[in-house]
């Protein structure tokens, strides 16, 4: 059964930080491109980041730039969103998404750099709360 779980979510004060993971099983994410969302209450599912397979390309949501870093564990089957100096607009329910990597390196959303909608995305975790607030 192929499976993304993601983790590491919490309650945290703004300023501070949090390291979601997101682990597969059933399969290897070797050879797909991982990525992001989020989606606040009322708001639409947006990406946040996501990281190629192949040549390791990491893109990033102007509103999250400088901030969160995404990476990749290949031994570990597993992809990492550190996110530092958190906002209380950062608050909402993360998931992460696998797109298979060589669709996703010959698509015009790649050519344009830009993560691409959630509906481009083939798996999904079933997300993990992240809350900003004092």
């Known amino acids: 059964q192929l499976q993304l779980v993601e983790s590491g979510g919490g309650l945290v004060q703004p300023g501070g930080s949090l390291r979601l993971s997101c682990a597969a099983s059933g399969f290897t994410l070797d050879y797909y491109t991982i990525g992001w969302f989020r989606q606040a209450p009322g708001k639409e599912r947006e990406g946040v980041s996501c990281?190629?397979?192949?040549?390791?390309?990491?893109l990033y949501a102007d509103s999250v730039k400088g901030r969160f870093t995404i990476s990749r564990d290949h031994a570990k089957n597993t992809v990492y969103l550190q996110m530092n100096s958190l906002k209380p607009e950062d608050t909402a329910v993360y998931y992460c998404?696998?797109?298979?990597?060589?669709?996703?390196?010959?698509?015009?959303?790649?050519?344009?750099?830009?993560?691409?909608?959630?509906?481009?995305?083939?798996?999904w975790g079933q997300g993990t709360q992240v809350t900003v607030s004092s």
């Open positions: 990281i190629s397979s192949r040549d390791g390309m990491t």
């Open positions: 998404a696998a797109a298979d990597d060589e669709t996703y390196r010959g698509s015009y959303y790649y050519a344009v750099e830009s993560c691409g909608p959630w509906s481009e995305y083939d798996y």
